[in-house]
C-alpha cells in the first residue's frame, strides 16, 4: 500500500471516530518511522503533542536523536516532552528491550492523564508487524498472537501499520522529512534484528510481492480473530443463566460440552489461561475454588460463579505506603501467614504489588542463581489457578523482592550491616 496524505488520512478514520476532535500524544524517537507520522499529523493540523524518550543507551547518538525531534517540535511550536533516564531508572540484568518499553508506556499513559489529551499515537509499520508474527510464530502461538499487533487498543492507535518501511522511507525522501538511523538495530544481536536483518530480506527474495502479501494476509488473519471472538462472547452469552455487574454464572454442564477451543477462550476470558488447570475446573467438587489475578470462581453443583475481585486501584498495580510494616493480608486471598523481611536500604520506595511482566526475573532465597518468573512457576510446579494468584512484589526501579506469597528475593534479605527492615506481612 502506498503511503500519501489520503491513504493515511483513510487509516485514521478507519482506527479513530471523530478523529479531527481527538488530542494526540506522538511518541515520537526521531527514527524515520516516527518523524514520518510526526510531519503527517502536523500537516493535517491536529492538535498534538510529542513525548521522547532517551534512554542514553547510544551516547551522543541518543542526544543527537532528542536535539532533532526537541529542533522539530520547536520550529513549529509543538509542545515537546522528554523524560531522559537516570541512575534511577535502573537497567536490568535481563531483557532491555521490555524494561525500556514499560519505561515508555508508564511515561505515556501519565502523560496522557497529566495533559487531558485523548489517544497515544505510535509508529508501528507493516516490517514490525512481519517481525512480531515470525517472533509469535515461533512461539506456537495462537491466532490472537498471530493476528500481531492491535492497529488500536487501550488508547494506542497505530495508523502506519498498512505501510511497509520502504514506503515509509520513500515519503520520507519524498517529503524532504529529517530522520535519523539507530545504527545498533544493524547488529542482530537481538531475536527481533536477526528477523529483521537476516530472515525477512530472504522471504522478500522468494517474492517480490512478499510484504504486500503478508499484508492482506495479516488483515484476513485479524477478521478471522475478530469473528472468533464474537463467536465465543455469544456462546458465554447462551452458557450464562445470571449476570451482574460483579458476578457472573454459567452452567457447568454445557460448558464442558462445547467445543474445545470455545470452551478455552471463555475461560481464558476470566484470567484462566492454562489448558490442563482448566480441565480440573470440571471434575472439581461442588465448593471448591479457582482464582486468577481478577476473578474467583466458585464450582457450585453444576455451575460456575465468577466473581470479580475488589481491590484498591484502577490498573495491575498497587503502590504500598513506605513504612516500616506493610500489610497485604487483604490483598491476597487467601492470606499465606507469613512474614518477609526485607533490608530497607536494598530497596527504592514506594514498593508495588503488581501482576507479572513479561521478562520478570527473581533471585529466589535458596536457589543460586536467578530464573525468569515464569520459568519460577514451572520449576516450583505453582498451579496457575488453584489456592492463590500469585502477584510481584517490586520496588520503586522494578526489581522484584519476591512472588506473592510463595518466595522472597535474596537480594532484598537484611544481613548483619542491615540498620533498618520493612517487615512484609502476607
Same mark, same amino acid.
Given at each position: 500500500?502506498?503511503?500519501?496524505?489520503?491513504?493515511?488520512?483513510?487509516?485514521?478514520?478507519?482506527?479513530?471516530?471523530?478523529?479531527?476532535?481527538?488530542?494526540?500524544?506522538?511518541?515520537?524517537?526521531?527514527g524515520?518511522?516516527?518523524?514520518?507520522?510526526?510531519?503527517?499529523?502536523?500537516?493535517?493540523?491536529?492538535?498534538?503533542?510529542?513525548?521522547?524518550?532517551?534512554?542514553?543507551?547510544?551516547?551522543?547518538?541518543?542526544?543527537?536523536?532528542?536535539?532533532?525531534?526537541?529542533?522539530?517540535?520547536? !520550529?513549529?511550536s509543538?509542545?515537546?516532552?522528554? &523524560?531522559?533516564?537516570? @541512575?534511577? $531508572?535502573?537497567?536490568? #540484568?535481563?531483557?532491555?528491550? =521490555?524494561?525500556?518499553?514499560?519505561?515508555?508506556?508508564n511515561?505515556?499513559?501519565?502523560?496522557?492523564?497529566?495533559?487531558?489529551?485523548?489517544?497515544?499515537?505510535?509508529?508501528?509499520?507493516?516490517?514490525?508487524?512481519?517481525?512480531?508474527?515470525?517472533?509469535n510464530?515461533?512461539?506456537?502461538?495462537?491466532i490472537?498472537?498471530?493476528?500481531?499487533?492491535?492497529?488500536?487498543?487501550n488508547?494506542?492507535?497505530?495508523?502506519?501499520?498498512?505501510?511497509?518501511?520502504?514506503?515509509?522511507?520513500?515519503?520520507?525522501?519524498?517529503?524532504?522529512?529529517?530522520?535519523?538511523?539507530?545504527?545498533?538495530?544493524?547488529?542482530?544481536?537481538?531475536?527481533?534484528?536477526?528477523?529483521?536483518?537476516?530472515?525477512?530480506?530472504?522471504?522478500?527474495?522468494?517474492?517480490?510481492?512478499?510484504? !504486500?502479501n503478508?499484508?492482506?494476509?495479516?488483515? &484476513?488473519?485479524?477478521? @478471522?480473530? $475478530?469473528?472468533?471472538? #464474537?463467536?465465543?462472547?455469544? =456462546?458465554?452469552?447462551?452458557?450464562?443463566?445470571?449476570?451482574?455487574?460483579?458476578?457472573?454464572?454459567?452452567?457447568?454442564e454445557?460448558?464442558?460440552?462445547?467445543?474445545?477451543?470455545?470452551?478455552?477462550?471463555?475461560?481464558?476470558?476470566?484470567?484462566?489461561?492454562?489448558?490442563?488447570?482448566?480441565?480440573?475446573?470440571?471434575?472439581?467438587?461442588?465448593g471448591?475454588?479457582?482464582?486468577?489475578?481478577?476473578w474467583?470462581?466458585?464450582?457450585?453443583?453444576?455451575?460456575?460463579?465468577?466473581?470479580?475481585?475488589?481491590?484498591?486501584?484502577?490498573?495491575?498495580?498497587?503502590?504500598?505506603?513506605?513504612?516500616?510494616?506493610?500489610?497485604?493480608?487483604?490483598?491476597?486471598?487467601?492470606?499465606?501467614?507469613?512474614?518477609?523481611?526485607?533490608?530497607?536500604?536494598?530497596?527504592?520506595l514506594?514498593?508495588?504489588?503488581?501482576?507479572?511482566?513479561?521478562?520478570?526475573?527473581?533471585?529466589?532465597?535458596?536457589?543460586?542463581?536467578?530464573?525468569?518468573?515464569?520459568?519460577?512457576?514451572?520449576?516450583?510446579?505453582?498451579?496457575?489457578?488453584?489456592?492463590?494468584?500469585?502477584?510481584?512484589?517490586?520496588?520503586?526501579?522494578?526489581?522484584?523482592?519476591?512472588?506473592?506469597?510463595?518466595?522472597?528475593?535474596r537480594?532484598?534479605l537484611?544481613?548483619?550491616?542491615?540498620?533498618?527492615?520493612?517487615?512484609i506481612?502476607?
Amino acid at each position: 500500500m502506498k503511503l500519501s496524505r489520503p491513504s493515511f488520512v483513510e487509516q485514521l478514520e478507519r482506527l479513530a471516530y471523530n478523529y479531527c476532535e481527538k488530542k494526540f500524544l506522538l511518541a515520537v524517537s526521531g527514527g524515520v518511522d516516527s518523524m514520518v507520522l510526526l510531519w503527517l499529523m502536523h500537516e493535517l493540523k491536529l492538535p498534538l503533542e510529542v513525548a521522547h524518550v532517551n534512554y542514553g543507551l547510544r551516547g551522543k547518538d541518543s542526544d543527537k536523536d532528542c536535539e532533532l525531534v526537541q529542533r522539530f517540535c520547536a !520550529e513549529r511550536s509543538i509542545p515537546f516532552h522528554l &523524560y531522559k533516564c537516570t @541512575a534511577a $531508572d535502573k537497567k536490568p #540484568d535481563g531483557s532491555i528491550q =521490555l524494561w525500556a518499553r514499560e519505561l515508555r508506556y508508564n511515561f505515556f499513559f501519565k502523560l496522557l492523564e497529566d495533559r487531558k489529551l485523548d489517544l497515544i499515537v505510535t509508529a508501528h509499520h507493516l516490517n514490525d508487524q512481519l517481525e512480531t508474527f515470525l517472533i509469535n510464530l515461533s512461539k506456537a502461538s495462537g491466532i490472537k498472537g498471530l493476528s500481531g499487533i492491535p492497529s488500536n487498543k487501550n488508547r494506542v492507535l497505530r495508523p502506519l501499520l498498512s505501510f511497509s518501511k520502504e514506503e515509509i522511507y520513500r515519503f520520507a525522501r519524498a517529503e524532504q522529512i529529517p530522520f535519523r538511523e539507530d545504527v545498533s538495530n544493524q547488529k542482530s544481536d537481538y531475536l527481533r534484528n536477526k528477523i529483521r536483518n537476516e530472515i525477512v530480506p530472504k522471504l522478500e527474495g522468494l517474492n517480490t510481492a512478499f510484504i !504486500e502479501n503478508f499484508r492482506k494476509s495479516q488483515a &484476513y488473519l485479524s477478521e @478471522a480473530n $475478530d469473528f472468533m471472538l #464474537d463467536q465465543v462472547e455469544r =456462546l458465554r452469552q447462551d452458557l450464562t443463566i445470571s449476570e451482574n455487574e460483579n458476578e457472573i454464572t454459567l452452567d457447568r454442564e454445557k460448558l464442558a460440552g462445547a467445543h474445545p477451543f470455545a470452551r478455552y477462550h471463555i475461560l481464558d476470558g476470566f484470567g484462566l489461561h492454562n489448558r490442563e488447570e482448566q480441565q480440573k475446573i470440571f471434575t472439581a467438587a461442588s465448593g471448591s475454588f479457582f482464582y486468577s489475578d481478577k476473578w474467583q470462581m466458585e464450582v457450585r453443583r453444576n455451575t460456575l460463579i465468577f466473581k470479580a475481585k475488589s481491590l484498591p486501584t484502577q490498573a495491575d498495580e498497587i503502590i504500598l505506603e513506605a513504612t516500616d510494616r506493610i500489610d497485604l493480608r487483604d490483598l491476597i486471598f487467601p492470606s499465606a501467614n507469613k512474614t518477609w523481611e526485607v533490608d530497607f536500604a536494598k530497596v527504592a520506595l514506594p514498593l508495588r504489588l503488581r501482576s507479572r511482566r513479561s521478562g520478570d526475573r527473581i533471585f529466589p532465597v535458596g536457589i543460586n542463581g536467578s530464573k525468569t518468573v515464569s520459568k519460577f512457576f514451572k520449576d516450583e510446579k505453582i498451579p496457575i489457578l488453584a489456592r492463590y494468584s500469585p502477584k510481584i512484589l517490586a520496588d520503586a526501579t522494578g526489581k522484584v523482592l519476591g512472588v506473592v506469597p510463595y518466595r522472597q528475593d535474596r537480594r532484598s534479605l537484611p544481613d548483619d550491616k542491615t540498620i533498618n527492615k520493612i517487615y512484609i506481612l502476607l
